[in-house]
């Protein structure tokens, strides 16, 4: 690859910084249980219970990783979750699966849930041997409270691949000194290549509002990594396809920002964490 530039000038350890996102550029669709997909049919077997929202109250400290200020009282019904993403390892090779796991499913509590870092739905990640699903649940209707714009519009993908570089509060040391950029600035360098706002897997994250901050993994101490992107809004950055639908999902979480899911890059399935941006 090319030594990459900064104002002109070659900046040691800035190739090492870029990571090829898949951008996912969802599109309203029909999709199968049996493919990937936003907000489609799961492929969840009928004799497994189709899942509850872990942000109980008492909290239940393994279901779930922040620190809840409150929760679905456990002497009531807990909602069930809803069906938010499904990724194949067939068709995403670069997501992290567990061994002898070859699909990946999101689901969502689809209410506001607070924590000091995360104010959305609550999100279950459920890895499976497709191989091992014989009948297909029917999927419950969505609970009644839930909130209508923590619920997507089915949608397929036609995935593209984008080299990202990282917004400055996730500069390493070493490259924040080699760009002479003072401890404690906030702001990317002037001319920095912008990081829009998409769904994709992998890359960095457009941090916009917030910065990073408590991504530690709970079980081991590995920094967490951007593994997940869903957006509100699809900007028409970077990669150049054509963005026919600005918000093709048709849901909006807090301040239209994006849902991040950060995973431990030691094993995936340490407790991940989420952050919405
Ligand atoms: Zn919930
Ligand atoms: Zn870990
Ligand atoms: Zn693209």
Same mark, same amino acid.
């Given at each position: 690859m090319r030594q990459l530039t900064y104002d002109g000038m070659p900046i040691p350890g800035l190739n090492d910084l870029v990571r090829t996102a898949i951008r996912l550029h969802p599109a309203p669709g029909e999709p199968r249980p049996d493919e990937s997909h936003l907000g489609g049919p799961l492929?969840?077997?009928?004799d497994e219970p189709w899942p509850e929202c872990p942000v109980t109250w008492p909290p &239940? %400290?393994?279901?779930?990783d922040d620190a809840w200020k409150s929760g679905h009282r456990l002497d009531g019904p807990v909602p069930v979750m809803v069906s938010a993403a499904q990724f194949f390892r067939g068709d995403f090779p670069e997501l992290p699966f567990p061994e002898g796991t070859d699909v990946l499913q999101i689901l969502f509590c689809p209410m506001e849930h607070d924590s000091p870092r995360h104010q959305g739905p609550a999100v279950r990640l459920v890895w499976r041997?497709?191989?091992?699903?014989e009948h297909i649940a029917d999927p419950p209707p969505a609970?009644?409270?839930?909130?209508?714009?923590?619920l997507p519009v089915p949608c397929v993908f036609e995935p593209c691949s984008i080299d990202e570089l990282p917004r400055l509060c996730d500069f390493p040391p070493e490259t924040r000194a080699a760009l002479g950029i003072p401890e404690g600035?906030?702001? &990317? %360098?002037?001319?920095w290549p912008e990081l829009g706002q998409y769904s994709k897997i992998g890359g960095w994250t457009a941090w916009s509002a917030t910065e990073r901050a408590?991504?530690?993994?709970?079980?081991?101490g590995a920094e967490l990594r951007q593994t997940i992107a869903l957006a509100t809004e699809e900007h028409?950055?970077?990669?150049?396809?054509?963005?026919?639908?600005?918000?093709?999902?048709g849901w909006s979480f807090h301040r239209r920002g994006v849902l991040n899911v950060f995973t431990c890059?030691?094993?995936?399935?340490h407790p991940f964490k989420v952050r919405i941006d």
């Open positions: 492929l969840w077997p009928s &239940d %400290p393994d279901a779930s041997d497709s191989g091992e699903v609970p009644e409270e839930a909130d209508a714009a923590l600035a906030g702001d &990317d %360098p002037e001319g408590d991504l530690d993994c709970r079980e081991c028409e950055v970077g990669c150049g396809c054509e963005v026919t639908e600005g918000e093709p999902a890059p030691a094993d995936v399935t």
